[in-house]
């Protein structure tokens, strides 16, 4: 491993999530690529030590395969971070293609560790089940294929209740339904107009030659009724080596952006043993490797409910020097054999997202009454960020 290993984030999706991670990233230590469409927030921060970008118009899975093999046989990374969710499952199905000979191959499964394991990791109910098994306190959900199966469930636990799409981020495909009228409306609105935007979109895209189609990404097609937990949603982000968990952030979403059920555009951070714990019995269970995030809901007795897993980078990644636990240094510190560095627990910080929470209330409070994480020190950022949203 060099001195200064590098570090490749890819992304597929021009997604702001990633965007301050490089320079987390290069703090840490690490040299920093990264692969991404030209109009991405990757593309845009000056914290980077080398940029590739997909070839315009092409986001066929076998063409996206061959230029991230070229990328690294050329750039020859040492480590390989994906950038969001849908980067996330085209990476674990590469890695059922390729050549374990190949130098792809192997930087998968030392970056991934368990490559296979993210397909669960990114699936809804696989995850609550998986959880389930490790005594994480989780939910009733189960799939359903049918408004009447759906219906069912709901007699059995109670309205409201969640249904989920089973592959999804960012919030969408995520719904309460508050009685049987809001199911009925909301099933036969996924089921058939969303059915012909999906056609016609997939469609679409095959044309533009944008189009990974199902042999790499989920149809997203199969849906998650959920018992739902009324409390407080929160959050849990970890750098995990070969199952084991070497730093973790929680934190509290105290708003959201731009749904109820979204991103969060305010965090408060806090120590939580229970969610700290899930995570890590969960990063062991898959024997992941990289940055792994999970979603939670805090009741009203304070108990952590596991509702999903982000098996990716969130935006609070740059965040942990901070907060005393640095999840980047952290992972640097493993890879180059140096001693993990020393935590500071205990920390307590409110943060409001930029642009997020500008964009929620540009009046809001957390603007000026908490920490507002704007990027000032990277100006083409900062004007790439101001425009999201709009």
Known sequence: MPVAPKILIAGLEAWPGVARL????????????????????LAATRFRDRLFTWRPGCRRGGALLQQLKAIVDEWRPDFLVPGDDPTVVFLARAFARLNPAERLASLLKFSLGNPAALLEAANKHSVLERARACGIRVPRSRPVSSQSEASRFAREIGFPMLLKRSFGWAGVGVAVCRDESE????????????????????????????????????????????QFIAGKPAMSLATGFAGQMLAALTSIK?????????????????????????TGKLVAAWGLTGFIAFDFILDSSGDAWLIECNPRPTPIAHLGARLGEDICAALY??????????????????????????????????????????????????????????
Not at 184 to 204: M, Q, S, T, V
Not at 357 to 368: K, M, N
């Open 333 to 390: 510190c493993r890879l180059t054999g140096q001693p993990a560095p020393r935590l500071r627990s205990g920390v307590q910080l409110v943060v409001a997202h930029y642009p997020q929470e500008s964009l929620r209330d540009p009046a809001s409070p957390y603007l000026t009454g908490s920490f507002h994480d704007v990027p000032e020190d990277d100006p083409n950022l900062m004007r790439w960020l101001s425009t999201w949203g709009k």
């Open 22 to 41: 490089p320079h987390a990233l290069q703090v840490a230590g690490f040299e920093v690529g990264v692969v991404c469409r030209e109009d991405s927030c």
């Open 183 to 226: 199911l009925r409306a909301l099933w036969k609105h996924w089921h058939r107009r969303a059915e012909w935007k999906r056609r016609f979109y997939a469609w679409r895209n095959s044309i533009r030659g944008r189009e990974l189609g199902s042999r790499w990404l989920p149809p997203n097609r199969a849906v998650v009724a959920s």
């Open 254 to 278: 105290e708003k959201c952006f731009p749904t109820e059920f979204g991103p969060s555009s305010v965090v408060r951070f806090i120590s939580n043993p229970e969610m700290r714990q899930a």
